[in-house]
């Protein structure tokens, strides 16, 4: 299988699992908390609350990445490829915002933004524009997917990332995972 592919699928997971903790789906703080404020700035129960804002993106985001991941995997056996990618993202369909709200509770403040001097806004866009470019990326990819067009999707960070790369680096490890 395409290193690129496993190299690619690797960094949006991590990134799911760090998009607990970010705010509402449109880019703005949600939670009663300011778009404008500083992630790092954040007390323990402003992360809990954009936490449990931002789980439908993470449940969203989580799903499209076992999507492709279970592609990949099916993508080595074409002679079962449809049954195996199948069977295996119906295994998701019990992800649900309600796992992720719990986690925020039982987490509490997460040390993934101490150092990020970003907005609340800058990251929540960054993660909204992962989960569409994730979401696009998974609905690509079929059994009919040749190494071609492995090679042809674009891995890199949103440019909605920009923003947080100098700011969070942090957030920016995990997002940065191109070749």
Same mark, same amino acid.
């Given at each position: 299988?395409?290193?690129?592919?496993?190299?690619?699928l690797a &960094?949006?997971?991590?990134?799911?699992?760090?998009?607990?903790? @970010?705010?509402?789906?449109?880019?703005?703080? &949600? &939670? !009663?908390?300011?778009?404008?404020?500083?992630?790092?700035?954040?007390? #323990?129960?402003?992360?809990?609350?954009?936490?449990k804002q931002?789980?439908?993106?993470? /449940?969203?985001?989580?799903?499209?990445?076992?999507?492709?991941? @279970?592609?990949?995997?099916?993508?080595?056996?074409?002679?079962? %490829?449809?049954?195996?990618?199948?069977? @295996?993202?119906?295994?998701?369909?019990? +992800?649900?915002?309600?796992?992720?709200?719990?986690?925020?509770?039982?987490?509490? !403040?997460?040390?993934?933004?101490?150092? %990020?001097?970003?907005?609340?806004?800058?990251?929540?866009?960054? +993660?909204?524009?992962? /989960?569409?470019?994730?979401?696009?990326?998974?609905?690509?990819?079929? %059994?009919?997917?040749? #190494?071609?067009?492995?090679?042809?999707?674009?891995?890199?960070?949103?440019?909605?990332?920009?923003? +947080?790369? $100098? $700011? %969070?680096?942090?957030?920016?490890?995990?997002? #940065?995972? #191109?070749?």
């Amino acid at each position: 299988m395409n290193m690129r592919l496993w190299l690619g699928l690797a &960094g949006m997971a991590a990134l799911g699992a760090s998009s607990v903790g @970010c705010g509402d789906d449109d880019g703005g703080g &949600g &939670g !009663g908390v300011s778009g404008g404020k500083q992630v790092s700035d954040l007390t #323990e129960t402003e992360q809990i609350s954009l936490c449990k804002q931002q789980a439908k993106n993470t /449940v969203a985001l989580t799903k499209a990445s076992y999507e492709l991941e @279970c592609t990949a995997t099916a993508l080595q056996d074409a002679d079962s %490829c449809e049954d195996t990618r199948d069977a @295996c993202i119906a295994s998701t369909d019990d +992800i649900s915002a309600e796992d992720f709200s719990a986690e925020c509770e039982d987490n509490g !403040g997460d040390d993934t933004f101490q150092n %990020c001097d970003a907005t609340v806004s800058q990251v929540n866009a960054c +993660i909204n524009a992962w /989960v569409k470019k994730v979401q696009a990326i998974s609905g690509d990819l079929s %059994c009919e997917t040749t #190494e071609d067009d492995i090679n042809d999707i674009d891995f890199s960070r949103p440019s909605a990332c920009d923003a +947080i790369a $100098d $700011d %969070c680096p942090e957030v920016a490890d995990l997002i #940065e995972f #191109e070749e």
